[in-house]
Structure formats: structure tokens, C-alpha cells
């Protein structure tokens, strides 16, 4: 198992020190089951943690440095930084970015490190899946640096001290879902979540005869980022001249009735196609966690294609590749709803798929999408968890 071989190798690398004494912290990955897009235009999401993440093993240094090996970026070494000197960017190693941003965001708002640390750290979700790793990475080590100098900081302000470090050091400028996801998750649960006022509640993932299969296309998410951040964009444009007429704070804040309305104001049409998904993607996902409440799971699956659907046509972010899984997984007479999750642009979907039949589907799905894409999908079942913790004992 992942957390014994970090064990193993942590004491391989760093048992030599005095006092070697270490500690286990795990922090999820998430997978968004309805609410794509929605996060940074102050609407509602409704993700759940799952039970591959990211783990450290962690020891006290009697200096003020930080070394890291990650299992993950082997070829990297044993990477070191001083927390007693400013932390800036590294430009050749990206990954050592979040646990840069990390130390630098709790040093900027006041939280001394009393000692260096020696960490390795090793992950199970697939790299570049859209399955947040490195929001699990993020609330890994805020965790890390909470637990292990007892700082006692509420767990929301490390969910905003993770989004922080993605806007302004990792230059992402993501929502908040994938940290409050990875913070907050709660095991066998998923988490509706108000992205503008951050009320939230868990609601009880009772799926019945269905289970939660991610499937991955195994496709590069190139230019992920910057396409995200024009996404990001286009929504402030649309806001900003829907705030010419009404006095609204997010796009978010008005549903589709009043968006019919409005929308005249949206000069550019792609614009225009924006907005409405974020404004209908909204209604969604109130919608899906409602019918979820009633155990009404085929009207949630309804709801996931109708969001696969908006996505693809409205807001741009799916792809050939994300079609073609989907389109598979809508064929499957298992499958009552199948939509791509997370940012998009390859990546994941995740679709409500009868347990009994989960083989079969995956049989299915898996030689459509090789015959029209070239590609060999993965699959895996969704186990809901909970969030970041220490798990030494
Ligand atoms: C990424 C971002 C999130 C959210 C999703 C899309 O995962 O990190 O904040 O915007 O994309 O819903």
C-alpha cells in the first residue's frame, strides 16, 4: 500500500536525524457530480472527496529548511527551501509550486514555521485528470503545517488560503469548489456548496442500486489552464454589462426567467452562451440535489446529460474526446446519466451506473471509446470520503 511504501521510503531518506519521529496526513482528490463552471460565478456546486488522494510523511527538522521527495516527480530528488528566506516562484519545477505557496501564504499571514520540516509525499490520482490533485496537494500541506505546529486555523480560512495559492502563486485563477472538496468532504456523502456566501451541507449519498463510475480519457489536458482563465474571463465581461441593468454581484445571482430578461445587454453572443450555462447549470444543480434528497436518481441523471450538454454547447469546455466517452456511456441501457466533470478539456466523466451492470458497462464504453478515439479509457468506482486529516494513528 501507497502510505506504507512513503513510510518505508521517509525512513530510508531521513531516519538518520534526532528525534526521528513521524506522522501520516492524507488529503483527497474530488470528483464534481453536478455544478461545472459555476464555482467562480457564485453559484452552487455539489462534489464529493473520494478516497484517492495525496499523502505525506512528516518529520520535525531541527533547522528552518523544508526537503521533499515526492514519489510522483522521483527524477526530481529531494528538493529543499529555506522557510527563513522569501519564497519565491520556482520556474523549472512546477509541482514544488504548491508546497512553496503553501509555507509562503501561512509566513504572509503571520504563521511563523518554529522548524524545517522533512516530508515525502506520493499520490494515487491519475496526473492531469481533473480529479484536483493538486488541490489535494494544497490542503495536504496547509493540513501538514496546521497539525503539525498546532496552529488551530479554521478549516475554511486553509480552503481559501489553497485558492489563494492556485490564483496568485500557481496563477490559476480557479474557484474555491476543489479545496472546500478535499478540506470538507465527509465519507459517503456529497457536498452542496454555495460558492458565494460558502453555507453549505452534506447531503447522504444514498444511490441505491446505482454506483458512481469516473472514467478517464486518458487525454493530455493541454492549454487547461489558459483556456480556464478565458473562460474565467468571458464570464466577468458578461457580468459586467448584465450589471449596466441589474444590480447583481455574481451571474450566478439570477436564474434563467430573469436571464431572458437581461441577456440583451451581452453584446458578444459567445458571451451570451456563457452566462446562460452558468445561469441554467446553477438551476441543475439545486435541482439534482434536491431529486437526490427524494431518491429520485433518474431525474439526477437527467439533469447530469442536460449538464454534459450545456457544457459541449454553450460554455465550450468538452472535446472530442469527453463527447465520445460520454456518448458511450448514454448508449449503455445501465447508465442513467453521464457528464464530463471538473474543468474539461479532457480529463474525467462521471456517470450513475446500475452496480450490478458495472462490468458490462465498462466492457461497453471502454471498446466505443477505443474504437473512436484511438485511446484506452480507465475506470474506476467512486468511494465518497472524507476530507484532509492526519491519519498516523
Ligand atoms: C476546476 C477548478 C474549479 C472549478 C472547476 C469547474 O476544477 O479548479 O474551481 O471551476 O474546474 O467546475
Known amino acids: 500500500m501507497l502510505r506504507e511504501e512513503l513510510l518505508r521510503l521517509h525512513k530510508q531518506l531521513f531516519a538518520g536525524q534526532e528525534g526521528y519521529d513521524v ?21 452552487h456546486v455539489f462534489p464529493c472527496a473520494l478516497d484517492i488522494g495525496t499523502y505525506a510523511v512528516v518529520s520535525k527538522r531541527n533547522d528552518q529548511y523544508i526537503h521533499v521527495y515526492s514519489t510522483n516527480f522521483s527524477d526530481s530528488g529531494i528538493i529543499k527551501f529555506d522557510t527563513s528566506t522569501k519564497i519565491v516562484k520556482n520556474e523549472t519545477c512546477s509541482w514544488i509550486n504548491y508546497l512553496l505557496g503553501v509555507c509562503k501564504i501561512f509566513i504572509d499571514n503571520g504563521y511563523f514555521l518554529p522548524c524545517g520540516l522533512n516530508i515525502v509525499i506520493g499520490g494515487n490520482i491519475p496526473n492531469g485528470a481533473g480529479l484536483s490533485s493538486s488541490a489535494s496537494i494544497e490542503m495536504l500541506i496547509t493540513t501538514v503545517l496546521n497539525e503539525m505546529f498546532n496552529f488551530n486555523i479554521p478549516p475554511l480560512s486553509m480552503v481559501r488560503w489553497g485558492q489563494m495559492v492556485e490564483n496568485n502563486f500557481i496563477g490559476v485563477s480557479c474557484g474555491i469548489m476543489d479545496q472546500f472538496a478535499s478540506m470538507m468532504g ?35 489536458r493541454g492549454l487547461a489552464d489558459s483556456k480556464y482563465n478565458e473562460r474565467v474571463k468571458e464570464c466577468q465581461t458578461a457580468l459586467k454589462q448584465l450589471q449596466s441593468i441589474v444590480n447583481i454581484a455574481n451571474l450566478a445571482d439570477i436564474d434563467s426567467a430573469e436571464f431572458s430578461k437581461y441577456q440583451h445587454v451581452i453584446s458578444d453572443p459567445t458571451h ?4 446562460l450555462h452558468v445561469v441554467t447549470e446553477n438551476e441543475r444543480t439545486l435541482k439534482a440535489a434536491d431529486l437526490l434528497q427524494r431518491n429520485n436518481l433518474i431525474g439526477f441523471g437527467k439533469l447530469m446529460n442536460e449538464s454534459h450538454i450545456s457544457l459541449r454547447d454553450n460554455y465550450a469546455v468538452t472535446g472530442y474526446e469527453l463527447d465520445t466517452l460520454v456518448a458511450a456511456a448514454w448508449q449503455d441501457t445501465s447508465c442513467i446519466g453521464s ?17 450490478s451492470e458495472t462490468q458490462n458497462f465498462i466492457n461497453n464504453v471502454s471498446s466505443y471509446y477505443t474504437q473512436y478515439t484511438g485511446l484506452s479509457a480507465n475506470f474506476y468506482i467512486a468511494h465518497p470520503a472524507d476530507g484532509a486529516r492526519e491519519i498516523s494513528q
Open 339 to 355: 457528464r464530463m466533470t471538473g474543468a474539461g478539456f479532457g480529463g474525467c466523466t462521471v456517470s450513475l451506473v446500475k452496480s
Open 23 to 43: 506522522r501520516t496526513f492524507f488529503a483527497p482528490g474530488r470528483v464534481n457530480l453536478i455544478g461545472e463552471h459555476t464555482d467562480y460565478n457564485g453559484g
Open 272 to 275: 451570451k452562451l456563457r452566462a
Open 186 to 220: 465527509k465519507k459517503e456523502h456529497a457536498l452542496l456548496l454555495n460558492c458565494n456566501t460558502l453555507q453549505h451541507q452534506h447531503a447522504n449519498l444514498k444511490l441505491g442500486e446505482y454506483v458512481i463510475v469516473i472514467s478517464n480519457t486518458n487525454k493530455r
